[in-house]
């Protein structure tokens, strides 16, 4: 009998405790899943606003670079158009702060806009490229009376290539391409190196800082260019003072710039214009003005300073 009473008695208290416990899990179950409130909602609209990713996405990488360097926020970790977008939208939401105590501008404010954001090219990719803002002129040195090309169709030429081969392009010729985060920069590099070279020879066959192998034809043709002096290099591939020259002319080339073009010429090949140079030794250094005149003559190798104060004393 006691026991039965004892049963009696705490079943009431079992069911206390059982409508205590669900009425518990619902609160909490009502409070994880509870509508944010006005805080949140606000922090949101602020993500979604006219400073939202979108926006930002169409902005060119130069503008988006430009706006986080006046708000003092680091990007020297950053080497492609996808995290400077990231880190400008971090920046926007308030996620992160820069140093500077000024606000930057709304990218609204701001011109040359009107251009689709420019393609970025990742790791070993090939973009094609898509609609490109209006063409500027190219930097470098102003149009030459003895240009082949001029400025805008450099530009086309550019714009047409791929990043992989404006890349390609830049570094043959010595020139950084690593700060470029965008196609725009790319194109203006390239079209300014192409102009200077156009200056420096009007075939675009001789480069400066380099030594071309060129054939008699082509020879006669550099001789008719006026725009720079030219150091020609008669050699033949079995002579060994010939390839003991070969790197110090390379130097000296590096040395000279865009200050001389030049060249050299295998005497075996090109027989008839070796003739013509009257060339008894090898190698054989001849220094032409822009005239198409020899100004100096040279047999046998030289050093890197050696040629170069054989184009100095010239006085071309």
Same mark, same amino acid.
């Given at each position: 009998m006691s026991r039965m009473s004892s049963d009696k008695i705490s079943r009431p208290w079992r069911r206390l405790l059982k409508l205590f416990t669900i009425a518990a899990l619902g609160a909490l179950r009502g409070w994880v899943f509870a509508a944010p409130?006005?805080?949140?909602?606000?922090?949101?609209?602020?993500?979604a606003g006219t400073g939202g990713l979108e926006d930002i996405q169409k902005m060119r990488a130069r503008e988006i670079k430009k706006e986080l360097e006046d708000a003092g926020v680091d990007i020297s970790d950053i080497f492609d158009k996808d995290d400077l977008v990231e880190r400008l939208h971090q920046l926007r939401s308030g996620v992160i702060h820069g140093t500077s105590t000024s606000t930057s501008a709304d990218s609204s404010d701001r011109c040359d806009?009107?251009?689709?954001?420019s393609e970025h090219d990742g790791a070993g990719a090939d973009p094609t490229e898509g609609a490109s803002s209006e063409a500027r002129s190219?930097?470098?040195?102003?149009?030459?009376?003895?240009?082949t090309s001029e400025p805008s169709d450099l530009m086309a030429k550019c714009k047409a290539?791929?990043?992989? /081969? !404006?890349r390609t392009? &830049?570094?043959?010729?010595?020139?950084?391409? $690593?700060?470029?985060?965008?196609?725009? /920069? !790319?194109?203006?590099? &390239?079209?300014?190196?192409?102009?200077?070279? $156009?200056?420096?020879?009007?075939?675009?066959? !001789?480069?400066?800082?380099?030594?071309?192998?060129?054939?008699?034809?082509?020879l006669e043709e550099e001789?008719?260019?006026?725009?720079?002096?030219?150091?020609?290099?008669?050699y033949a591939v079995w002579c060994g003072p010939c390839k003991m020259m070969e790197p110090q002319l390379a130097n000296a080339a590096k040395a000279l710039g865009n200050r001389v073009r030049v060249a050299k010429m295998d005497s075996d090949e090109e027989t008839n214009a070796s003739s013509k140079l009257r060339v008894e030794g090898l190698p054989t250094l001849i220094l032409f003005d822009r005239k198409g005149n020899v100004a100096q003559r040279v047999e046998g190798a030289l050093m890197e300073q050696q040629i170069i104060d054989l184009v100095n004393s010239a006085n071309l």
């Open positions: 409130g006005p805080r949140f909602t606000s922090h949101l609209t602020r993500h806009r009107s251009g689709v954001a190219a930097p470098g040195p102003q149009s030459h009376s003895s240009d290539m791929r990043v992989k /081969e !404006l392009e &830049l570094g043959q010729r010595g020139i950084s391409w $690593a700060d470029a985060l965008d196609k725009d /920069e !790319l194109v203006e590099r &390239l079209a300014g190196v192409l102009q200077k070279e $156009a200056l420096f020879c009007s075939s675009g066959r !001789l480069k400066p800082g380099m030594v071309t192998k060129i054939t008699g034809a082509e001789l008719r260019d006026s725009t720079t002096p030219l150091l020609l290099d008669v």
